[in-house]
C-alpha cells in the first residue's frame, strides 16, 4: 500500500510564509493549488504545504528526518548558506540529532537525523 503524506502549516501572511520556507527547503514551491496555499515535494509523496489562516497560525510542530546525522549537518549548512540559522539544536542520549527552524509565526519546522 502507498502512502502519500500532506503536512499543512496555517500562517499569517502567505508572502512571508513562502519566502522564509522556500529559503528554508532550498526549493520553490512545487505547485500552488490556490491562491491560499503553496506546496513543497520533501520527497516522492510527501509533501509540506502553507496555508493563509491567521487565527490558527504559530502553532504547527513538524519533524521531517532526513537521514543520518552527516545528512542533517549538510541541511543545516546549506540553509545556513541562505542565511537561516536554527532556533535550537538538539542531540539526544541515543545520538540522534535535530535542528529546529521557527517560521515568522513561530511554527516549528524541525530537521533530524539519526547516528
Given at each position: 500500500m502507498a502512502i502519500d503524506l500532506f503536512a499543512g502549516v496555517h500562517v499569517g501572511d502567505l508572502d512571508a510564509a513562502?519566502?522564509?520556507?522556500?529559503?528554508?527547503l532550498g526549493a520553490?514551491?512545487?505547485?500552488?493549488?490556490?491562491?491560499?496555499?503553496?506546496v513543497w515535494e520533501l520527497a516522492e509523496h510527501r509533501y509540506l504545504y502553507v496555508r493563509l489562516g491567521p487565527a490558527h497560525a504559530g502553532h504547527a510542530v513538524v519533524t521531517v528526518l532526513v537521514g543520518t546525522t552527516a545528512d542533517l549537518d549538510a541541511r543545516v549548512a546549506s540553509t545556513a548558506a541562505r542565511g537561516i540559522?536554527?532556533?535550537?539544536?538538539?542531540?539526544?542520549?541515543?545520538?540522534?540529532?535535530?535542528?529546529?527552524?521557527?517560521?515568522?509565526?513561530?511554527?516549528?519546522l524541525g530537521f533530524g537525523g539519526v547516528p
Open positions: 513562502t519566502a522564509w520556507y522556500t529559503a528554508v520553490e514551491p512545487a505547485f500552488r493549488p490556490n491562491d491560499t496555499e503553496a540559522e536554527p532556533a535550537l539544536r538538539e542531540t539526544y542520549d541515543n545520538g540522534a540529532c535535530k535542528a529546529v527552524y521557527q517560521d515568522p509565526d513561530g511554527n516549528e
